[in-house]
């Protein structure tokens, strides 16, 4: 496990753009895969977008265009940038990690941090 620390989230309108970071803990953050995921009230925590080591990236269909997902290795920092936003994205969103291999899916998680969109 390592710690993570989100921040960016707020207000915003439909349209608009928002740039949420995530900092880890841990001396082999380049190593991790990284994942954004996001749980609105009363539906399932899904994954947005991830990004793995080598520089490969997942995004979910409904941001897939509108999402970008990048990282600083010498920061130990996750990025996602929002675009265009949609009423649809308010959610909480968690930076999560997965520190080891050979195991399950992600062993670290953020405290959360609060998008709101507004129509």
């Known amino acids: 496990q390592v710690q993570l620390g989100e921040s960016g989230g707020g207000l915003v309108q439909a349209g608009g753009s928002l740039r949420l970071s995530c900092a880890a803990s841990?001396?082999?953050?380049?190593?991790?895969?990284m994942g954004w995921f996001r749980q609105a009230p009363g539906k399932e925590r899904e994954l947005v977008s991830a990004?793995?080591?080598?520089?490969?990236?997942y995004y979910a269909d409904s941001v897939k265009g509108r999402f970008t997902i990048s990282r600083d290795n010498a920061k130990n920092t996750v990025y996602l940038q929002m675009n265009t936003l949609q009423p649809e994205d308010t959610a909480v969103y968690y930076c999560?990690?997965?520190?080891?291999?050979?195991?399950?899916?992600?062993?670290?998680w953020g405290q959360g941090t609060q998008v709101t969109v507004s129509a």
């Open positions: 990004s793995w080591s080598g520089g490969s990236t």
């Open positions: 999560a990690a997965r520190t080891r291999v050979g195991g399950g899916g992600y062993d670290s």
């Open positions: 841990g001396r082999l953050f380049s190593t991790y895969v």
